[in-house]
């Protein structure tokens, strides 16, 4: 809670009571808090002395032990502190990860990033739009990260002033720095200790509000001895001025952030998304993602590229056990179809994704290919094993004293078919319960609706919704992929076989 600047600490002290009074009676599931009072926590980190704000700590009781969430609860509390004490800027956060998350990003759950030169255009937009969206219903807050909310007093002596009363600007410039900044005069040796000690000159003229009339109370005595007040002295003006300035690859910025009653920020950006195509930002205003919009969108692509990595790796190893190129593609076939389950599994339990679910679907790309492995290392082991009966029966040894033969192709694409049929039937009890198993100590994962459960759970219903769908795949489609591919290796293999032979025919 932030009060106007120059609040003093009592009258803080009276807001935030009244603040903890309305807490106290609106939200019984409080297990405990504490209340900071003269502090700022805006950076969710450090804090800082400020007389006009305070902030309170608050920790609920246990998902199980209450029927709001904790999204509700901030809804409601931010309405009613906004009302009772109109006079405060109030902001409620949920804290935990979700706070440093905000931290983070730079912002809360949604965030958009205004960039102009012009500092006083760049503000009038940023404005309009904090106004904008706090008119949705998922928001909770909207704040920008600067805002004129700083008093800047300007004092203007004049030079000829100064020289008709005998004061130098030296000595005008020693009186205002030892007044609003301190100063630095020397250092003091006790002669019976030996100890040194720094003489610092300080005036408590900051611990009040600071206002013209403060300033006419001060008074510099000249060379005659004369008692001139500062007032006299110069022309005093007080100013608002804006309270930080933030950049970003040298131009002027202003994030605009908004707190959401989930971590959806789907609605909230297709909202903001319309307004700014019904009213374009000015000319010299651009716009980029903030908050943990950006956060993702930063995440996008060392994902894509973790991905990509995991599944050549994949692909390495499995042409590295079948010493063929072709199988281990087939096999790869498989992972665009994990992609449906993971989608479905999303869509089933309600959650969105975020940065745990795409680490989901990358520990996918190397699961979901197991089954296949299985599978078309037992189908070609099988081949191999009913090749050399055959040609033991029906064919002949070559000069390496191995069993070779050469089967129609008919026959040959029959002996798939049979190795195929024999395969899937044998390992379709290994894969299920290898796939069962993977299942069952994930699913406690995607179901859980325990403390922090909105975070991991969409990991958890990735991995089952596309764990289910691959193992699917690979009992149905890889065995028809699988004969289609041999089939046709066996036409081409037919067709060189006849070329030759007419070669060899022509030649003669």
């Given amino acids: 809670m932030d009060l106007p600047i120059g609040t003093k600490l009592e009258q803080t002290v009276e807001k935030m009571e009244v603040a903890e009074d309305l807490m106290y009676k609106y939200v019984p599931e409080i297990q405990s808090a504490v209340i900071y009072v003269g502090q700022s926590n805006s950076k969710g980190i450090s804090t800082q002395a400020v007389p006009e704000s305070a902030y309170a700590h608050i920790i609920l009781v246990p998902v199980a032990e209450r029927n709001r969430s904790v999204h509700d609860i901030m809804l409601q509390m931010q309405e009613i502190w906004s009302a009772v004490i109109p006079d405060a800027k109030v902001s409620v956060q949920n804290g935990g990860f979700d706070k440093l998350v905000g931290y983070v990003s730079g912002g809360g759950g949604y965030g958009l990033t205004l960039i102009s030169e012009d500092m006083n255009l760049l503000y009038d937009t940023a404005k309009d739009l904090k106004n904008y969206l706090e008119k949705h219903p998922e928001v909770v807050t909207a704040k920008m990260d600067t805002d004129f909310d700083t008093s800047t007093m300007i004092i203007d002596m004049s030079q000829d002033y100064l020289s008709s009363l005998g004061i130098t600007s030296y000595e005008a410039g020693i009186t205002s720095a030892i007044l609003f900044q301190g100063m630095d005069a020397g250092r003091y040796k006790d002669l019976k200790t030996g100890d040194r000690y720094n003489i610092h000159l300080s005036s408590n003229i900051l611990d009040g509000n600071v206002t013209p009339d403060t300033i006419s109370n001060l008074h510099i005595i000249t060379s005659n001895g004369q008692d001139v007040s500062f007032a006299n002295l110069s022309d005093i003006k007080v100013e608002k001025s804006i309270s930080q300035i933030n950049h970003s690859d040298r131009a002027k910025t202003i994030t605009v952030s ?208 596309g764990l289910f769908s691959s193992t699917v795949i690979t009992l149905l489609i890889i065995p028809v992929l699988y004969e289609l591919m041999e089939k046709k290796r066996n036409k081409h293999k037919k067709i060189k076989q006849i070329e030759e032979k007419r070669d060899e025919s022509n030649e003669k």
Wanted: charged share 15%; glycine share 8%; net charge negative.
């Fill in 258 to 465: 908004a707190t959401l009653i989930s971590e959806n920020t789907a609605n909230v950006s297709s909202y903001v998304n319309d307004y700014l195509a019904k009213n374009p930002l000015p000319n010299g205003v651009n716009s980029k993602s903030g908050g943990i919009v950006a956060l993702i969108s930063d995440m996008v692509m060392p994902m894509i590229i973790a991905m990509v990595l995991a599944v050549f790796l994949v692909y390495t190893v499995m042409v590295l056990q079948f010493e063929k190129f072709k199988h281990p593609f087939l096999i790869m076939g498989t992972i665009p179809f994990c992609f449906i389950g993971a989608v479905l599994g999303l869509l089933i339990f309600g959650s969105t994704v975020n940065l745990l679910s795409l680490l989901g679907l990358i520990t996918l790309a190397g699961v979901v290919v197991n089954n296949g492995i299985i599978l078309v290392d037992y189908v070609n082991l099988l081949r191999v094993q009913r090749k050399e009966v055959l040609a033991k029966v029906k064919g002949h040894q070559n000069k390496d004293g191995e069993w070779e033969i050469e089967l129609p192709v008919e026959e040959e694409n029959e002996l798939t078919r049979e190795c195929i049929l024999d395969g899937a039937s044998s390992r379709l009890r290994p894969i299920l319960i290898t796939t069962l198993t993977t299942l069952l100590g994930d699913i406690p994962m995607a179901v859980a609706t325990g403390e922090g459960s909105e975070m991991y759970a969409p990991m958890g219903q990735v991995i089952v919704g």
